[in-house]
């Protein structure tokens, strides 16, 4: 078979997916959020326009069926919908445009501009569901990338294609770290998914976090709490399909979504509304089956890579609830930022000692996870003994480690805290590192690189 029968092979199978636009029902009745349909043979997933007798049409999304009955959720309010309205189908397979000209855009969980900047056109259609790459098709990882944050890079390195989750409650400096790790980071394209966000804080992402110069090379994808749940929900499948199109350029994406956790609250809404029943603390079977369909798209291929970062909301600081329970399995690791060091003005806010990154033994050479490993375990003595050594009640000498640990401490919080303003490149992040290490033939570290606990400026999250 050629290439060109090859190509028309595809071709027909993508005709074959696609169901006549012509296609329309009635409503027949509206149950809470859903809105019921005759005479609509659409598929899951398809889109469909509702018109209403006054004002605009109102677009729904197909999220099941009973008998001859189909079930559509808006995407907008339902004011001014009645029985028998007309419901056509204009989008069997959901899909958006996409292109360079993305760069340094914001648009909505449909991938429609909003930005007010003129409006500029895109050449190629990406799917908006789309199935992972095949794990054959997955080279290792083997490559650093660089996150511009010293105790990342230091402690947890990240490799390109990697999948890390950033476990925190709400106000210890999620976004100030997605800010930071845009700016800083040595990926191609960033792409910030902000699912489910408070309205008032996008601007404030925008503009203290991102920055202008992390917006010139990243996508936006916004879709705020107040918008329905198949707009956040699909804010997620936007924003990685964009994701897609750079890495299949051959890029190395960087790609944010915050958080995972409202995006499996949107599919709660919307499994709820379609009758399914509910399960783990109310989430229904279909929640714990999307999400590897979402973490699973981004990694590496042949082309190109998509570094992924999760944020997951957790609840009441339990980090063994469902969804973070969950996402944990399916990621390749986990960083967790911890309330305890927020509230001490430590920012970064990470507690090493719980966090790993499942790739670091891949690509770090031995020297380096060495370094990682004695500073650790330094840390862990220091963390055993800390209520004995802030009353007075240690005795030095009683332990080695926690007699070096005690002289590594200025030295250490200077490493681990950052302004989100600076970014330290990988080979100071080395050096520092082996300098820091007590135990290393040679080395003699007993000063600050970078200040004291508490006395880290302008360090803030929320």
Same mark, same amino acid.
């Given at each position: 078979m050629t290439a060109l029968d090859y190509k028309l092979e595809s071709l027909t199978q993508q005709l074959d997916r696609i169901m006549p636009v012509g296609m329309t029902g009635s409503v027949l009745k509206t149950v809470g959020l859903?809105?019921?349909?005759?005479?609509?043979?659409?598929? !899951?997933?398809?889109?469909?326009?509702?018109?209403?007798?006054?004002?605009?049409?109102?677009?729904?999304?197909?999220?099941?069926?009973?008998?001859?009955?189909?079930?559509?959720?808006?995407?907008?309010?339902?004011?001014?919908?009645?029985?028998?309205?007309?419901?056509?189908?204009?989008?069997?397979?959901?899909?958006?445009?996409?292109?360079?000209?993305?760069?340094?855009?914001?648009?909505?969980?449909?991938?429609?501009?909003?930005?007010?900047?003129?409006?500029?056109? !895109?050449?190629?259609?990406?799917?908006?569901?789309?199935?992972?790459?095949?794990?054959?098709?997955?080279?290792?990882?083997?490559?650093?990338?660089?996150?511009?944050?010293?105790?990342?890079?230091?402690?947890?390195?990240?490799?390109?294609?990697?999948?890390?989750?950033?476990?925190?409650?709400?106000?210890?400096?999620?976004?100030?770290?997605?800010?930071?790790?845009?700016?800083?980071?040595?990926?191609?394209?960033?792409?910030?998914?902000?699912?489910?966000?408070?309205?008032?804080?996008?601007?404030?992402?925008?503009?203290?976090?991102?920055?202008?110069?992390?917006?010139?090379?990243?996508?936006?994808?916004?879709?705020?709490?107040?918008?329905?749940s198949v707009v956040r929900l699909q804010s997620a499948f936007v924003g990685t399909?964009?994701?897609?199109?750079?890495?299949?350029?051959?890029?190395?994406?960087?790609?944010?979504?915050?958080?995972?956790?409202?995006?499996? !609250?949107?599919?709660?809404?919307?499994?709820?509304?379609?009758?399914?029943?509910?399960?783990?603390?109310?989430?229904?079977?279909?929640?714990?089956?999307?999400?590897?369909?979402?973490?699973?798209?981004?990694?590496?291929?042949?082309?190109?890579?998509?570094?992924?970062?999760?944020?997951?909301?957790?609840?009441g600081d339990d980090t063994n609830e469902p969804i973070s329970d969950t996402v944990r399995g399916i990621l390749d690791g986990h960083v967790v930022l911890s309330r305890k060091l927020a509230h001490e003005a430590h920012f970064p806010a990470i507690d090493v000692l719980s966090s790993i990154s499942r790739s670091m033994s891949d690509i770090t050479t031995a020297e380096h996870r060495q370094h990682a490993n004695n500073i650790r375990r330094l840390m862990a003595a220091y963390q055993q003994s800390e209520d004995l050594i802030n009353i007075g009640a240690y005795q030095q000498g009683t332990n080695p480690l926690v007699d070096s640990s005690i002289g590594l401490r200025p030295g250490l919080l200077g490493f681990l805290q950052q302004p989100p303003d600076q970014t330290t490149k990988w080979d100071e992040t080395q050096q520092l590192l082996k300098q820091l290490d007590p135990l290393a033939a040679g080395t003699a570290n007993r000063a600050p690189v970078g200040g004291a606990r508490g006395n880290t400026p302008g360090a803030g999250g929320r």
């Open positions: 859903t809105v019921s349909v005759s005479g609509l043979a659409a598929p !899951l997933g398809a889109l469909c326009r509702i018109y209403r007798h006054h004002g605009e049409p109102l677009d729904a999304q197909v999220i099941g069926f009973h008998g001859e009955e189909t079930f559509l959720l808006s995407l907008g309010k339902l004011d001014g919908i009645r029985r028998g309205n007309r419901v056509e189908l204009i989008q069997s397979v959901p899909a958006l445009r996409v292109g360079d000209k993305l760069l340094g855009r914001i648009v909505n969980g449909r991938g429609e501009f909003i930005d007010q900047k003129p409006p500029v056109f !895109l050449p190629h259609i990406a799917q908006i569901q789309r199935s992972p790459t095949s794990p054959l098709d997955r080279p290792r990882i083997d490559e650093v990338l660089e996150t511009g944050v010293r105790v990342i890079d230091g402690f947890l390195t990240c490799g390109k294609g990697q999948r890390l989750g950033i476990f925190a409650g709400s106000g210890v400096g999620k976004s100030t770290l997605m800010g930071q790790l845009a700016r800083s980071s040595s990926a191609d394209v960033n792409v910030v998914v902000l699912v489910g966000e408070r309205g008032r804080e996008v601007r404030e992402f925008l503009e203290r976090d991102l920055g202008p110069e992390g917006l010139a090379r990243s996508v936006v994808v916004v879709a705020t709490s107040d918008e329905p399909a964009i994701a897609e199109y750079f890495r299949d350029l051959g890029k190395d994406v960087l790609l944010m979504m915050d958080s995972v956790t409202r995006f499996a !609250l949107a599919q709660r809404e919307i499994g709820l509304a379609a009758g399914e029943p509910p399960a783990t603390r109310g989430y229904p079977p279909s929640v714990f089956s999307l999400m590897p369909q979402l973490l699973e798209r981004s990694g590496r291929t042949m082309k190109g890579s998509i570094t992924g970062f999760y944020t997951v909301l957790v609840e």
